[in-house]
């Protein structure tokens, strides 16, 4: 992992969040995302945790939950389980949505506001679509949710959870970020080219900004736990993962733009 090119296009994308033009950037995927996900509750939230309470109901699933909180010292869930469980399946879907929003509606800005100020001279081959990212994004979350579902097994093993469910978010980001990051400006091949030389790097982006993204995860659970909290903790967890997001592009953005310049200037060498 390139440590100090990491280092140095954190500390650009701190500064760059800051600017007014990328807070105000995280106000059309918020609204996109909350009107979605808003729907998405209201027709069938009910209709997921009815149909958890009654598979748990005929396959005796109660008791091993209960058996299971006990064991962790969390029997006071109990009376949650089938809203957390439902809120929980629903996490993955809202992760990508909010995800999916940034790539849309927020990467194209970071791209051009990144590029102009920090990298005016670098030539912009126009490697990438709108199309192109839509497709990308989606095939990639495809790939993610087959490895997702199979593994989960896995994560009743301690301490597999831990570093699986990470390496697989890490993997979902710098998919989705990198194809947007070098969309205006790099071509398919050189795109590729950086993703092999760089991927280490990249994965270890996509896993930190996917431990950031924890904090509004348990604010989505959190829902569960009250029905009269449920919509503003749903917002307020969509909100700070858009924020997340916008930060994790505008890290993506300083990285990759910097590595194809340092690609662009060895290729003469080669």
């Not at 469980?85 to 800005?109: D, E, G, Q, R």
Request: charged share 10%.
């Amino acid at each position: 992992m390139n440590m100090a090119s990491v280092m140095r296009a954190w500390g650009r994308a701190v500064a760059a969040q800051l600017h007014y033009r990328m807070l105000l950037l995280t106000i059309l995927p918020f609204m996109v995302a909350l009107i979605l996900w808003g729907v998405i509750m209201y027709l069938g939230l009910q209709e997921a945790m009815d149909f958890i309470q009654t598979w748990l109901t005929e396959h005796d699933g109660f008791a091993r939950v209960r058996s299971v909180l006990s064991i962790v010292g969390l029997l006071a869930l109990k009376m949650i389980v089938a809203p957390l469980v439902a809120m929980w399946v629903m996490l993955p879907l809202m992760i990508f949505t909010s995800l999916l929003c940034i790539a849309l509606f927020a990467m194209p800005a970071i791209n051009k506001h990144v590029g102009g100020r920090d990298y005016p001279d670098l030539e912009q081959k126009n490697g990438g679509t709108l199309l192109g990212s839509i497709w990308h994004s989606l095939s990639s979350f495809a790939i993610f949710a087959i490895v997702w579902v199979l593994t989960l097994p896995l994560n009743l093993i301690p301490f597999v959870g831990l570093v699986l469910q990470p390496l697989l978010w890490g993997w979902l980001t710098y998919r989705v970020m990198v194809y947007d990051a070098l969309a205006l400006h790099a071509d398919a091949e050189e795109r590729n080219s950086l993703i092999q030389e760089h991927r280490w790097s990249l994965l270890g982006m996509g896993i930190i900004a996917g431990l950031f993204g924890a904090a509004p995860g348990l604010l989505w659970l959190g829902g569960a736990m009250s029905t009269l909290f449920l919509p503003v903790l749903a917002g307020a967890a969509i909100w700070v993962y858009v924020l997340v997001f916008v930060f994790t592009g505008l890290w993506f953005q300083h990285y990759c733009l910097e590595s194809l310049q340092r690609h662009r200037t060895a290729q003469p060498a080669v």
